[in-house]
């Protein structure tokens, strides 16, 4: 008895790593996507990170590890996320206050809702 419950609890952590993150070919292609439900999924793609808000959207949250030294953004009008595209809408609060490097964020049209101080110190300019 003592053996299954070994084996189940292993089972169950090779089954969680093989899940947690499926690679994504294409322009704005997601490297990661960290959460299992599909409603709320943070990922990572190029220089920024998101969280899907909706079934075809999803927000800006800030800067990647890839992009933590990025002088300039450019926020994407869509992101594919494990082969689903997503409109990229909005830029959550405080996503870029804390990016003392970041200087220039550009961004088009889709972004229709922006969080208080998202853009922190850096110059905004649209498309």
Partial sequence: MKNLK???????????LGTVA???VGAYAATSCTSQTKSVCDFS?????YKITGNNTCTVTGLSAAGSNAKSCKIPSTVTCNGKKY???GVAKNAFAGCSKLKKITC???IKT?????????T???K
């Fill in 45 to 49: 793609s190029g220089a920024l990170s």
């Fill in 22 to 24: 499926a690679p994504s």
């Fill in 87 to 89: 409109k990229v809408t």
């Fill in 114 to 122: 922006t969080g208080s101080n998202c853009f922190g110190k850096a």
């Fill in 6 to 16: 070994k084996m189940s609890v292993a089972f169950a952590m090779i089954v969680t």
């Fill in 124 to 126: 905004v300019c649209r």
């Fill in 108 to 110: 088009g049209s889709s």
